[in-house]
């Protein structure tokens, strides 16, 4: 884990433009990994954020579905809740609706969790996938090009939740997790996996935001409380891209939208 983080943040006026600075974003995450490995590997969040930067990319007006290197993408999931598939809370299938039965992906490039298992088994089936499809051997952790986050209200991100027991689970991928606050179930990368991957960011939207980005941001350590705060990718560098309401207790962003804090814990 990085001893200092640099966390930057790129503020859009609306929703509406955030999903559109979003739908960039995950192209442009994806043309790097293919012109420098051939193939991109990106894990992507539930939410109504995420959601409306998905009908983006699969929208063949938007310039974005044209540039997306569909025959090089593989995506996975960070967390899913412990439902079917075609369950209204589905993580999956928000993004079928949303994306995948519009866009020129094959059975084989889409990595769903499943969440029709009982929930260890859905995490070690899951991570099991994972396993074969990095090539992992012992300890060794998957890269993936891109890692999406949203941010609850809570603080939690994936479906690491506070005070919960994959907030301890650093040995494995993923891992099956029960959120007695939701009184569910939940499978969810853990936090190491996601801190290893080349990119991170977090999509967030909504003045119900403001507070607790201040606070998982800016204020005391406390990941127990905050697993956010968990997320500092191996390189140094996390992106939050925000809407003004979200973003309105950060500190001004310059004329352009972005803005820079530190964190050294």
Known sequence: MPQ???IIYQVAPDAEALAARAAQY???????????RGQAHIAISGGSTP??????????????RARMPWPKLDLWWVDERCVPPDDPDSNYRMTREALLDHVPLQPEQIHRIEGEL???AAAARYESELRNAFRLEGAELPRFDAVALGMGPDGHTASLFPHTQALEDLGRLAVANHVQ???SWRVTLTWPVINHASQVFFLIAGADKAQILKEVWMGPRDPERLPSQLIRPAGGILTLLLDRAAAAQLPEPDAEGCGTLERNQ
């Open 118 to 120: 009982p929930p260890e």
């Open 4 to 6: 200092s983080l640099k």
């Open 51 to 64: 959601k409306a930067a998905f009908a983006l990319l699969a929208d063949s007006t938007q310039p974005w």
């Open 26 to 36: 995950f192209v442009e995450q994806a043309e790097r990994a293919v012109a420098a």
């Open 181 to 183: 606050a939701k009184d």
